[in-house]
């Protein structure tokens, strides 16, 4: 896993560079609207408690957040009516991806992704085509800290919760869980007095190809440009970076 372990730290380093520019606001947006669908009380609805976190952790204002929920709720008549939708296609070196997007238009979003493949040396595939590569898991981060229970400790106490795995990637450790044990996780974590930095429901790859630094930036500029597309919210990759 070290492989993949080094391009999730390249992402997060990716994503927080990305949540400088103003269309991150639109993407959770879209995140809390979809959720709010099911319920606007986040203590009764787990999605909209995941994306109501990842606002707060690129300062999302309180007010957009509230917007977004009153969207979601039906209770703002203009809101547009958005679906998810995944999208699959090989980039460069083979490398498969898994596009989520949250769209009111499918003709139009499924326009601009086959665009955006074959400009960047990619194939947008058929349904199905790479999904069955992903796996759908729970990710809790943390961030290392002097106040951070060590590897080991931290290690005991996540598999006392039920969680399923536990990487440090050298700036924080990601925990892997089951969906349905991740917010159980999460809260053992709290009740222990271990600071979550960030929760998520990812898709990991069951087996990552693992390439060199010439693949890596062709691969990293398609994915940035898909991830440029107001409509896409996550593009899922299962790829690694060589030792060498």
């Not at 809790?140 to 039920?162: F, H």
Request: hydrophobic share 35%; glycine share 8%; proline share 2%.
């Amino acid at each position: 896993m070290s492989g993949h372990s080094k391009w999730s730290t390249i992402k997060r380093k990716k994503e927080a560079t990305d949540a400088k520019r103003a269309s991150a606001f639109t993407k959770v947006a879209r995140e809390i609207i979809m959720a709010a669908k099911s319920g606007g009380d986040p203590d009764h609805n787990f999605q909209l408690r995941l994306a109501i976190m990842k606002a707060k952790s690129i300062n999302m204002p309180n007010e957009n957040i509230q917007r977004a929920i009153k969207r979601g709720t039906g209770n703002d008549t203009n809101a547009s009516s958005y679906e998810e939708v995944f999208y699959e296609g090989y980039g460069p070196a083979g490398v498969a991806l898994l596009v989520k997007a949250l769209t009111d238009n499918r003709n139009r979003t499924a326009g601009e992704m086959r665009y955006l493949f074959s400009r960047n040396q990619g194939n947008l595939g058929e349904a199905g085509c790479v999904a069955w590569m992903f796996e759908t898991k729970g990710r809790i981060m943390i961030e290392v800290a002097e106040d951070t229970p060590n590897e080991e400790e931290l290690l005991e106490l996540i598999l006392e919760a039920g969680a399923l795995d536990l990487q440090n990637n050298g700036e924080n450790y990601e925990i892997y869980t089951n969906v349905g044990d991740l917010e159980k996780v999460r809260g053992y974590l709290e009740q222990h007095q271990v600071a979550v930095t960030e929760v998520e429901i990812t898709r990991l790859p069951q087996n990552s190809l693992e390439i060199g630094e010439v693949e890596v930036e062709h691969v990293i500029k398609l994915i940035d440009a898909l991830e440029d597309n107001d409509d896409v919210q996550t593009v899922y990759a299962n790829f690694g970076v060589s030792d060498s």
